[in-house]
């Protein structure tokens, strides 16, 4: 079967990550920006001050975008460059940028795809309690509300939140990402309802304020695990896996977002591990936090890998001698066919894959090319299995690599080279990488010469 014929072959990007421009024209601050300004927090004392300086040189980015032949680019909305006080007054400068963004997106015949959060909460709103309060639903609801009436007359794919396993898990129970916070199980089930309450009211706003008919979902992360052989009984522990719910660690799984919001309650496992807490989410809840959507997005970069192995000296994803990116995740190009089956099997959806890639050794070499056959070759093996699952008639509309150029990986700094662009970022200099062009070419083919 293959890749349909409108197969959304992209390259993803967020805003805290690229855009730079961190106080021009009105925008207020993030959590980010105040994070990367605290001494101490990032490796180098980076800061998303400059980054790539998306914000200037757009068209420029949409050009490369273009000479890559991508069919689509997904891009984050930076809630305080368009409220700089989290609501209230519109930053007027703030919305152009991102119309502005979209109309040269259409122009190149790029497919915008927007994600309206990606982890840069305005610190105005933290200051008001963040996603501990539970206000922040109507919050978000008024900002979508805003973006969608600005950009919804030419984007039609949206997604509300992006990996709220990352910025919940990492925010309020590991403690490393802002807010830097170490809740109990208790105040991170709070959280989490105020989390989903918001994403029902986004998809609300969504469908109320758009003015082309929406494809709506969200982009959470994906870890799975891979059977250890196609034999029924692999197969179904695999999922279970997948599935499961951890009692301390719940907030960085996959049922615990994705259950309430496809199927309408939480894993099981919850309301026995937690009672009382549990108890508090109400019909009224569900009823708001199940909104119907249109595609299962998913950011999966790697799975559970099946070997035995000492569980003291090595995790889940790793065995003896396994191969690993620059950021140390292991290589295990079959999440790309257990992800979307698996998740597909879950919650009937059609699957967009908003994330997927690779932290390479990237330099520009004496030639003035940046020859990055890692990055080419692990494509090409991730890619072959996202086509077996196409091939067994799973709905996979589209692919997204992150990213769509170098860029700043959140506290661990611009060390880590994810993108299909090499930004020097001394001098802003853009390099379209080998890897770039083999891309163009699969993009062509639509898939067919893998």
């Not at 890639?357 to 996202?386: E, K, N, P, T």
């Not at 770039?436 to 893998?450: C, F, M, S």
Request: hydrophobic share 40%.
């Amino acid at each position: 079967m293959g890749f349909g014929k409108d197969f959304l072959w992209g390259a993803a990007s967020a805003a805290y990550q690229v855009e730079g421009a961190w106080d021009q024209d009105g925008k207020g601050e993030s959590i980010w920006d105040a994070a990367s300004h605290r001494p101490g927090y990032m490796p180098h004392g980076e800061t998303g001050d400059v980054a790539c300086d998306h914000v200037n040189r757009m068209r420029e980015d949409v050009a490369l975008m273009r000479e890559i032949g991508l069919k689509s680019y997904r891009f984050s909305v930076s809630w305080s460059r368009v409220l700089p006080a989290g609501t209230g007054q519109v930053n007027e400068a703030g919305l152009r940028f991102y119309s502005d963004l979209v109309d040269e997106l259409k122009k190149a015949g790029i497919e915008p795809l927007v994600t309206l959060y990606h982890w840069d909460l305005p610190q105005a709103l933290m200051e008001r309690g963040g996603w501990e309060n539970p206000e922040i639903e109507h919050w978000f609801a008024e900002y979508t509300r805003m973006v969608v009436e600005r950009l919804g007359d030419r984007v039609r794919y949206w997604m509300t939140i992006n990996e709220p396993q990352m910025f919940v898990g990492l925010g309020y129970f590991v403690g490393a990402h802002p807010p830097c916070r170490n809740l109990s199980p208790e105040e991170q089930i709070a959280v989490s309802v105020n989390v989903l309450r918001a994403h029902g009211r986004a998809v609300q706003a969504i469908r109320e304020a758009a003015k082309l008919p929406p494809m709506i979902g969200l982009a959470p992360t994906g870890g799975v695990d891979i059977p250890k052989s196609m034999e029924t009984a692999d197969i179904e522990a695999a999922r279970r896996s997948t599935f499961g719910f951890d009692r301390f660690a719940f907030t960085m799984g996959n049922a615990w977002w994705s259950d309430p919001i496809f199927l309408g309650r939480f894993p099981e496992g919850a309301y026995e591990t937690y009672p009382d807490a549990m108890a508090k989410v109400t019909a009224e809840d569900m009823a708001l936090i199940s909104q119907p959507l249109d595609f299962y997005g998913v950011n999966v970069y790697n799975a559970a890998v099946p070997h035995d192995f000492p569980a003291d000296r090595y995790d889940p994803y790793s065995y003896q001698g396994s191969p690993k990116t620059m950021t140390g995740w292991v290589i295990t190009p079959e999440c790309l066919y257990w992800a979307p089956r698996f998740f597909h099997e879950r919650y009937g959806k059609p699957i967009l894959i908003t994330e997927n890639g690779i932290a390479a050794m990237d330099w520009v070499s004496l030639d003035g090319g940046v020859h990055d056959m890692q990055r080419q070759d692990f494509l090409h093996r991730y890619l072959l299995q996202l086509r077996r699952a196409a091939d067994e008639g799973i709905p996979v509309i589209g692919y997204t690599h992150w990213s769509v150029m170098d860029n700043l990986e959140w506290n661990s700094g611009y060390d880590k080279r994810f993108g299909l662009i090499f930004v020097d970022y001394r001098t802003q200099k853009r390099t379209v990488k080998d890897s770039a062009r083999w891309y163009r070419e699969v993009i062509d083919a639509n898939g067919e010469d893998l």
